[in-house]
């Protein structure tokens, strides 16, 4: 069962460092991933996506990767930023529903 | 244009108070969600409106009501709520079509439950 935690797992880097946070789901009939962004006292933002017939994309300073033999899901953020320090979660859903399933979540703090 | 609002930013209500939570989207989606995140939590899922229908239910109390009065417009109706019902309310919305769907999210309305 999921563990009851007060505290996110923590990503510690410096600005302009690449940062990589990493997710891992167990539904092997996820078809599409998603990366939201949530800063404090906001809704989830949305990042970047990915579907399951491609292992990577790249959008602005940001990549995702996809390994569906591991079923592992990662975030590469380029010359990270102050601005970039929140709550990232990765979310996957399936054709068969409309319900997204968030990962739990990793906080990235940025340090000048 | 993507974009959800969401009113009240805060509330704070007692246990005995009804209240209405509103959301508004600004795009053409036809299917909205509301969703309750607790703190350092992903969000949960509480209801999906596809074509201003309730589709999925996710066994949600009877204290929480949900409305969707057209395609626009979102309401969650809150009567005698208990103290852990405190979190963050989001709401999202998008293509009203299963997986592959980016959902929208809201600001959200901080809730708490005295």
């Known amino acids: 069962g999921e563990s009851v935690g007060l505290h996110l797992p923590t990503l510690s880097v410096q600005e302009g460092d690449n940062s990589i946070i990493n997710c891992a789901y167990s539904?092997?009939?996820?078809?599409?991933f998603i990366w939201y962004k949530q800063e404090s006292g906001k809704g989830p933002q949305f990042i970047i996506d990915?579907?399951?017939?491609?292992d990577k994309r790249q959008g602005q300073r940001v990549t995702v990767l996809l390994n569906k033999t591991v079923k592992h899901l990662s975030l590469q953020i380029a010359a990270t930023q102050p601005g970039d320090s929140a709550v990232y979660f990765c979310?996957?859903?399936?054709?068969?529903?409309?319900?997204?399933?968030f990962g739990k979540g990793t906080s990235l703090l940025v340090t000048p | 244009d993507t974009e959800v609002t969401q009113t009240p930013k805060h509330l704070v209500m007692g246990m005995t108070n009804k209240k209405s939570l509103k959301c508004e989207k600004h795009?053409?989606?036809?299917?909205m969600y509301w969703y309750k995140q607790k703190a350092k939590k992903p969000p949960e899922l509480m209801f999906v409106?596809?074509?201003?229908?309730?589709?999925i239910n996710e066994s949600v109390r009877s204290r929480f009501s949900p409305e969707c009065p057209n395609s626009s417009l979102l309401n969650l109706h809150l009567h005698a709520l208990q103290p852990e019902d405190s979190a963050l309310y989001l709401c999202?919305?998008?293509?009203?079509?299963?997986?592959?769907?980016?959902?929208?999210f809201g600001p959200g309305t901080r809730l708490l439950v005295l």
């Open positions: 999202a919305s998008s293509q009203p079509k299963r997986g592959e769907t980016t959902q929208y």
């Open positions: 539904n092997s009939a996820s078809d599409y």
């Open positions: 990915i579907r399951s017939n491609m």
């Open positions: 979310a996957e859903t399936s054709n068969s529903g409309y319900a997204l399933n």
């Open positions: 795009m053409g989606h036809r299917a």
């Open positions: 409106y596809s074509y201003e229908k309730l589709s």
